[in-house]
């Protein structure tokens, strides 16, 4: 059986975080061909790689590779769920209530 090649949303995700083929093969420990190759699908996603660039571009290895596009994060909201995920439960669950007072006190506004 021959290797399938799949279809990856590595540009889509490099580009929605500013990204350029250099910044991001810096970030994943390879040269700008690699990336180029892997984005355009000329050398296959394994494992490996798949977590390198996850880890590279703060976003979960199946995002890379899933076939329906959906709205990519921005740096600032990429940095915010960073962010968020680097907190402790409690932490969270505060922030989500402040967010959520925020929200109430803008309807309240309108």
Excluded: Y
């Amino acid at each position: 059986m021959a290797d399938r090649v799949f279809p990856n949303q590595l540009r889509r995700l490099r580009e929605a975080r500013g990204l350029s083929l250099e910044a991001l093969a810096r970030k994943a420990g390879t040269t700008n061909p690699q990336i180029s190759h892997l984005e355009l699908g000329r050398r296959r996603l394994t494992v490996d790689w798949l977590l390198r660039l996850a880890s590279a571009l703060q976003c979960h290895p199946w995002e890379i590779v899933e076939e329906a596009a959906r709205p990519v994060l921005g740096p600032e909201e990429a940095e915010l769920l960073s962010r968020f995920r680097g907190l402790e439960p409690p932490r969270q669950a505060a922030l989500l209530q402040f967010l959520r007072l925020q929200d109430e006190a803008s309807d309240d506004d309108d």
